[in-house]
C-alpha cells in the first residue's frame, strides 16, 4: 500500500505559478510510476502529466505542455508539479496518482491522493 498526499494548492493569479508536492508514504516511491490529473467542478478527471519510475521519461497532456513540469526524487519519496503561466482553466483539484507504469489513463492508477484545490484568478 501507498499512501499519497498532495500540498501546495492554493489561489493564483492568472500568469503565475505554483508548485504542487506529492508525498509518498508506506513503500519506496521508486517502484512506482507518478501521475498528477486534475477534475475542474462538473467536469470528468483529466491526465495532466505523468513521470516514469526512473523520471527517465515524462508526458504531458498537450494543455500543459510547456506550461508544467512534473519531478521527481525519489530519495524524499515526492513527486513535484511546476505550473508556470497558469490560467483560468486550470482551475481544478489536482491528485496524484501511483501505478506501475506511466500511463495517461486514470483507471491504470492504484493509489491516490485527496487532492489539492488550485484556483486560477483571470
Known amino acids: 500500500q501507498v499512501q499519497l498526499v498532495e500540498s501546495g494548492g492554493g489561489l493564483v493569479q492568472a500568469g503565475g505559478s505554483l508548485r504542487l508536492s506529492c508525498a509518498a508514504s508506506g513503500r519506496p516511491l521508486s517502484s512506482y510510476a507518478m501521475a498528477w490529473f486534475r477534475q475542474a467542478s462538473g467536469k470528468e478527471r483529466e491526465f495532466v502529466g505523468a513521470?516514469?519510475?526512473?523520471?527517465?521519461?515524462?508526458y504531458y497532456a498537450d494543455s500543459v505542455k510547456a506550461r508544467f513540469t512534473i519531478s521527481r526524487d525519489n530519495a524524499k519519496n515526492t513527486v513535484f508539479l511546476q505550473m508556470n503561466s497558469l490560467k483560468a482553466e486550470d482551475t481544478a483539484v489536482y491528485y496524484c496518482?501511483?501505478?506501475?507504469?506511466?500511463?495517461?489513463?486514470?483507471?491504470?492508477?492504484?493509489?491516490w491522493g485527496r487532492g489539492t484545490q488550485v484556483t486560477v484568478s483571470s
Open positions: 496518482a501511483a501505478s506501475i507504469h506511466a500511463t495517461t489513463v486514470a483507471t491504470s492508477y492504484d493509489y
Open positions: 513521470v516514469t519510475r526512473s523520471a527517465g521519461n515524462t
